[in-house]
């Protein structure tokens, strides 16, 4: 499997620029609690390789996978990349990281 650990200043960065897709694993009421502003919410609960192929093709931004810390992005890479996806890029960090770095937050 493969795996590319992204760092806060990239992924931020990617969502500055606007071409970083962050798809944000966690369950939907972790998400609504607070997360980062631009991401969209795939919970690994229910995790469809397809449904997040169909995203990424509606995007056209590189996706990249983030969680709370970095655990359940590395789940969905393996299971996106079981299901035939080229997909291999998370935010080591996550929102834990991104948190404590004081960096801003949607609820």
Same mark, same amino acid.
Not at 13 to 37: K, N
Not at 40 to 45: A, C, G, Q
Not at 62 to 88: E, K, N, Y
């Given at each position: 499997?493969?795996?590319? %650990?992204?760092? &806060? ?13 962050? *798809? ?8 609504? &609690?607070?997360? *980062? #502003? ?10 469809? #390789? ?12 590189? #996706? ?9 992005? *590395? ?21 834990? %990281? ?5 960096? #801003?937050?949607?609820?």
């Amino acid at each position: 499997m493969k795996v590319v %650990d992204l760092d &806060r200043q990239t992924v931020k960065q990617g969502l500055a620029e606007g071409s970083l897709l962050l *798809i944000d694993v966690r369950e939907d009421h972790e998400f609504a &609690r607070g997360h *980062i #502003p631009g991401s969209v919410s795939h919970p690994l609960s229910t995790f469809d #390789p397809q449904a997040v192929k169909a995203l990424i093709e509606a995007d056209g931004r590189r #996706p990249v996978f983030s969680c709370a810390s970095g655990v359940r992005s *590395i789940h969905a890479l393996a299971a996106a990349q079981q299901a035939g996806l080229d997909l291999h890029e998370h935010y080591a960090g996550a929102f834990k %990281d991104w948190y404590a770095a004081g960096e #801003p937050i949607e609820a």
